[in-house]
C-alpha cells in the first residue's frame, strides 16, 4: 500500500488502530466466550458447578499444570485427549483405563487398542490427581480429572473453550481385554462399523465426523495405516502424499510413527478436514468419513467452516463426556487412580469410611 503524502506517526497509530480493533474485538470475544451446556444436556447426576463449594480452584489447578506440561511438549495434548476418548468408550466415562493390571490379569491398558496410549498421559493424569487432592482432599474423582484434562488438552492447543458437566465418579473394576476390543474402533475400521460403534453410545453421524476431528493433533503408528500402502496402495490415497508415507513407513511392519496433519500438527483446528478433502490422511476410519456420502458433506462443511467444526465438536464432546457415567453413591472417588480403593494397601481398611464428598451429593 503506498502512502501519497507523509502521515505523521500519531496519525499512522490511528490508522492502523482503527484497522485492528474489528480483528482484535473478534479475536477477544472467541477466546472469552465458552460454551456452556443447556440443563436438558446434562446428565442426571452431573452440574457444572460440582465443585464450586468441594474445590472451587480445580479447573485453574488443572489448566496451570497442564500450562506447564504444553510448553515443555504440545505433543501430550493428544496423548490425553486420546485417553478420555478411549476411558468412555469402554464402560463409560469412569477412569477404568486408568487402573493397572498385573500379568494375570491384564487390564484395559493392555488391550491392543490401547498398547499405543503414550504412557506420559498416565502419569500427567496421576500428577493432577495428586495436586488437585493435596489442595482440596479426596473430593474430584480420577474420570472428572481425565475429562478436564481432555478439555484443556483442545483449548490449550487452539481449540476452543467449553464447560464440562462435572460429578463422575470413579468405576470399580477395568474393562476386560474383549470389551476394548468390542467397543473401540480400528484405525482401519469402515464407515459401516464406525457408524454402530458411535450409535451404541448414542453418537450421531455428525458426532461421528466432529469428534473424528481430534486427529487434527496427534500421531498415527505405521502399523496403523501401512495397510493402505502394501502390498497394494489405496487408489483414494493422494499418490505424493503416499510416496511420502512410504519413505517413513518403508515396510508393513515399520515401527515409525508420524503425525495426523500433514498441515499444522500440534495446534486443534480444522485442518484435518482440509487434510480430509485432499486426500491426505492416514486411517481408512479417516478415508471413509469421506468416501462416504452422508459423511462426505459434513466433512466438506468443516473444512470450510472452522467455527461451525468448533461448535459441532464441543457438542459431540460433552455428549460423549457423560457415556454411562457413574454418579451419587455409585463408584468410587480413588485414592489413586491406578488402582481401587479396594486394592489400594495405603488405605487402612478395604472397607472404606464413607467418603464426606458422598454425603454432600446426596
Known amino acids: 500500500m503506498a502512502f501519497s503524502k507523509v502521515v505523521s506517526l500519531p496519525s499512522l497509530f490511528l490508522a492502523i488502530s482503527c484497522l485492528l480493533l474489528p480483528f ?32 472451587p480452584d480445580l479447573e485453574s489447578i488443572v489448566r496451570k499444570h497442564l500450562k506447564k506440561v504444553f510448553k515443555e511438549d504440545i ?15 469402554v464402560q463409560g466415562c469412569e477412569g477404568s483405563v486408568l487402573i493397572a493390571g498385573t500379568a494375570s490379569d491384564p487390564s484395559e491398558q493392555e488391550a491392543l487398542p490401547n498398547l499405543s496410549l503414550r504412557a506420559e498421559a498416565f502419569e500427567i493424569i496421576n ?15 480420577c474420570a472428572d480429572i481425565t475429562a478436564l484434562a481432555a478439555r484443556e488438552a483442545v483449548y490449550l492447543s487452539g481449540g476452543p473453550e467449553y464447560i464440562i458437566p462435572l460429578g463422575r465418579r470413579d468405576g470399580l473394576t477395568f474393562g476386560t481385554q474383549a470389551a476394548v476390543l468390542a467397543n473401540i474402533p480400528a484405525p482401519t475400521s469402515n464407515i459401516s462399523h464406525l457408524l454402530a460403534s458411535f450409535a451404541a453410545k448414542k453418537l450421531d453421524v455428525t458426532d461421528l465426523v466432529a469428534l473424528s476431528g481430534a486427529h487434527t493433533i496427534g500421531r498415527g503408528h505405521c502399523t496403523s495405516f501401512t495397510n493402505r500402502l502394501y502390498p497394494t496402495q ?28 500433514i498441515r499444522t500438527p500440534n495446534r486443534f ?6 487434510d ?12 471413509d468419513l469421506y468416501t462416504y456420502e452422508k459423511t462426505r458433506e459434513i466433512v466438506e462443511s468443516f473444512a470450510e467452516d472452522q467455527e461451525l467444526f468448533f461448535e459441532k465438536f464441543v457438542h459431540a464432546m460433552i455428549k460423549m463426556g457423560q457415556v454411562s457415567v457413574l454418579t451419587g453413591s455409585v463408584g468410587e472417588i480413588r485414592a489413586n487412580c ?25
Open 338 to 362: 491406578s488402582v481401587s480403593n479396594s486394592n489400594n494397601p495405603s488405605l487402612v481398611s478395604v472397607v472404606v469410611e464413607e467418603d464426606y464428598e458422598t454425603a454432600a451429593e446426596l
Open 269 to 274: 483446528d480444522n485442518k484435518y478436514y482440509v
Open 234 to 261: 489405496d487408489p483414494t490415497l493422494d499418490p505424493i502424499f503416499a510416496d511420502d508415507l512410504k519413505e517413513i513407513c518403508p515396510e508393513k511392519n515399520s515401527t515409525h510413527f508420524t503425525m495426523l496433519d
Open 276 to 287: 480430509l478433502v485432499n486426500r491426505e490422511v492416514l486411517f481408512t476410519s479417516d478415508e
Open 24 to 55: 482484535l474485538l473478534a479475536f477477544s470475544e472467541a477466546h472469552s466466550h465458552s460454551y456452556v451446556p443447556s440443563s436438558e444436556h446434562i446428565v442426571k447426576g452431573l452440574s457444572l458447578s460440582f465443585y464450586e463449594t468441594k474445590c
Open 75 to 89: 505433543g501430550q495434548a493428544a496423548g490425553l485427549l486420546r485417553v478420555h476418548f478411549h476411558d468412555c468408550f
Open 127 to 141: 500428577d493432577l490427581h495428586e495436586l488437585v487432592h493435596s489442595q482440596c482432599g479426596r473430593v474430584v474423582s
